[in-house]
């Protein structure tokens, strides 16, 4: 059984940095893409940023220059520096762990982390 496990969510300053973790379990991971979604209360959930391998990247405009996406394969585990948060930033972040085919997630090798809560303010 596939288990994302997410880490490292807070309230932080503008201005602000935070780590956050997610850890996968119940499989091998190297051949699939991590990644991080946004949703805001209100909004739909968006793309922050995937990875694959070995190392590709690509980011959603909003933070491209602030936040690092980065995996170890060793330890199925994936990350996501945030540098100088802004409010707007202010979401439920969750981890996404695909098998990506011609594209699109095949069904069934989908999966997502339960959300953790990141809040910019002052």
């Known amino acids: 059984q596939v288990q994302l496990v997410e880490s490292g969510g807070g309230l932080v300053q503008p201005g602000g940095s935070l780590r956050l973790s997610c850890a996968a379990s119940?499989?091998?991971?190297?051949?699939?893409?991590m990644g991080w979604y946004r949703q805001a209360p209100g909004k739909q959930r968006e793309l922050v940023a995937t990875i694959i391998n070995p190392g590709v990247t690509n980011y959603a405009d909003s933070v491209k220059g602030r936040f690092t996406i980065s995996r170890d394969n060793a330890k199925n585990t994936v990350y996501l520096q945030m540098n100088s948060l802004k409010p707007e930033d202010t979401a439920v972040y969750y981890c996404?762990?695909?098998?990506?085919?011609?594209?699109?997630?095949?069904?069934?090798?989908?999966?997502w982390g339960q959300g953790t809560q990141v809040t910019v303010s002052s």
């Open positions: 996404n762990v695909a098998f990506i085919l011609r594209g699109t997630p095949v069904s069934g090798l989908n999966y």
């Open positions: 119940g499989g091998d991971f190297s051949a699939y893409t």
